[in-house]
């Protein structure tokens, strides 16, 4: 009895100062000798602490980091439609880059055009609808129609189309391309875009200077889109640039009806690889388009052009502001129905350089 008390009043006596493994038992020194207390087979020892270490903080940081960088997004989940107010394009890893101020709410009225800008207006899949577009118009250096005019290739509608520009836009030019719906299927050899004669330009895989030379336009024919090969769009650059002497010519805005294709985007822009690989080849810094419409919005590529889905079936158009001496985009007025917006939002899946700005903030 006494010899087990004294046993007991040894172990409580140790005064551990170190702890080593000893085969697959651990041995405890202290001042009086070693006592195995127990079976260490699964601890570790310091050398493996050494090792577990670099990963374990590496884990640490990337879930830290995940969170951190998701933090907006998962805001937006949590937001209700009515403090939206505006997306601003932010550049996380250059926070002096200057990007445009995007309004997405319907709410929102048009800002004035920003000094040393020319202003474009852009309509798209108006499907023989252009009647319920709000008017008037907003005023503008170039009005835009990004095809899609008619409903299924009726003539009608391209010459109500017609007559309704003439009638409501008093903009200096207007610039018109063709969409899938723009074709009579039996009639292949009609042309409907030659309705628009007297009253818009219509480009069809062609480079122009318009707005007094300040803006280079490429419109690109849905022929090239639906083949998807744009030669002869990188052919006529090439033309002009021989006609104009000027080997870096730049280009300020791609015109086109198809969507272009953007990774992680969504099926809504997963359009041509081809289209947004010619964007990116002409260092152009605006795209505009159409074709899907649920998809109506903004976006940006890794060159650094900004992309901009234009339908506008049952919306306003799209208004721009561009700065042709500096080649940005100041401003892109796209706004969305008040019940579509936050659905819109959600759906499309901005990229995290879209910052939002609420009511309070705006």
């Not at 200077?209 to 022929?223: E, Y």
């Not at 294709?261 to 969504?266: A, C, E, L, P, W």
């Not at 998809?295 to 590529?301: A, D, N, P, S």
Request: charge should be positive; include cysteine.
């Amino acid at each position: 009895m006494n010899n087990q008390r004294n046993e007991e009043h040894h172990f409580r006596s140790l005064r551990s100062v170190e702890c080593m493994r000893h085969g697959k038992r651990r041995v405890v020194k202290s001042h009086r000798g070693s006592i195995q207390i127990g079976n260490g087979a699964n601890n570790l020892s310091k050398k493996y602490h050494s090792l577990l270490i670099p990963p374990i903080t590496f884990l640490l940081i990337s879930i830290c980091t995940y969170f951190v960088s998701n933090r907006r997004k998962l805001s937006i989940m949590n937001m209700s439609t009515a403090s939206i107010e505006k997306r601003v394009l932010t550049d996380f890893f250059d926070k002096t880059t200057r990007h445009p101020q995007v309004y997405l709410r319907q709410s929102q009225p048009l800002p004035s055009q920003i000094n040393g800008t020319l202003r474009l207006v852009f309509l798209s899949d108006t499907h023989g609808r252009h009647g319920k577009i709000p008017l008037p118009l907003p005023e503008g250096d170039v009005l835009f129609h990004l095809g899609d005019a008619t409903n299924r290739g009726n003539l009608s509608d391209v010459k109500s189309l017609a007559k309704w520009l003439g009638e409501n836009s008093f903009h200096k030019e207007r610039i018109v391309i063709d969409g899938n719906h723009d074709q009579v299927l039996d009639k292949p050899d009609l042309d409907l875009m030659k309705e628009y004669k007297g009253v818009a330009r219509v480009l069809k895989d062609e480079v122009v200077q318009i707005a007094g030379g300040k803006l280079t336009v490429v419109g690109v024919s849905w022929n090239s889109c639906v083949s998807d090969d744009y030669s002869a769009v990188s052919s006529n650059v090439e033309k002009l640039r021989n006609e104009t002497q000027k080997d870096n010519l730049d280009v300020d805005l791609v015109l086109s009806h198809i969507h272009p294709y953007i990774k992680g985007g969504g099926i809504g822009w997963h359009g041509s690889r081809g289209l947004t690989k010619l964007v990116g080849d002409l260092n152009a810094p605006l795209h505009c388009f159409g074709h899907i419409h649920w998809t109506r919005g903004v976006r940006q590529i890794a060159s650094g052009s900004t992309l901009v889905n234009c339908a506008s079936t049952w919306n306003e158009p799209v208004v721009i502001d561009y700065d042709s001496e500096t080649k940005t985009v100041k401003m892109i007025h796209c706004p969305f129905p008040k019940e579509e917006l936050e659905n819109s939002i959600l759906r499309n899946g901005y990229l995290k350089k879209w910052l939002i700005e609420d009511e309070k903030t705006a």
